[in-house]
Nanobody, 126 residues
Framework: QVQLVESGGGLVQAGGSLRLSCAAS????????MGWFRQVSGKEREFAAA????????NYADSVKGRFTISRDNAKNMVYLQMNSLKPEDTAVYYC???????????????????WGQGTQVTVSS
């Protein structure tokens, strides 16, 4: 069982930055690929970024590529999402997720992920 807790969301002006954090419980964190997804009310949850178990491989949605950076610290059981040059369309609830079956692949499909956090709201004002 894995528990994930996101933090770091908030209100920011367009062009600003935020850093989201996700704290994971359990001793097997370093065996999981980790992802960040986001969801706007009434819409499907969509992929934002993912990182393999050792951090060697990352994957980004086209909409965030070049602006967001995912990273992890296995010693601290933490994964981060640095978000720069934020746009109003980045407004969403952001979810951290863990994928246990193929940790060397930073997957983009939400149905591959086994555990989810409760989400943190990010609001970007224009």
């Amino acid at each position: 069982q894995v528990q994930l807790v996101e933090s770091g969301g908030g209100l920011v002006q367009a062009g600003g930055s935020l850093r989201l954090s996700c704290a994971a419980s359990g001793r097997s964190f370093s065996r999981y690929a980790m992802g960040w997804f986001r969801q706007v009310s009434g819409k499907e949850r969509e992929f934002a970024a993912a990182i393999s178990w050792n951090g060697d491989n990352t994957n980004y949605a086209d909409s965030v590529k070049g602006r967001f950076t995912i990273s992890r610290d296995n010693a601290k059981n933490m994964v981060y999402l640095q978000m720069n040059s934020l746009k109003p369309e980045d407004t969403a609830v952001y979810y951290c997720a863990a994928e246990t079956t193929a940790p060397w692949v930073p997957g983009t499909r939400k149905d591959r992920y086994d555990y989810w956090g409760q989400g943190t709201q990010v609001t970007v004002s224009s």
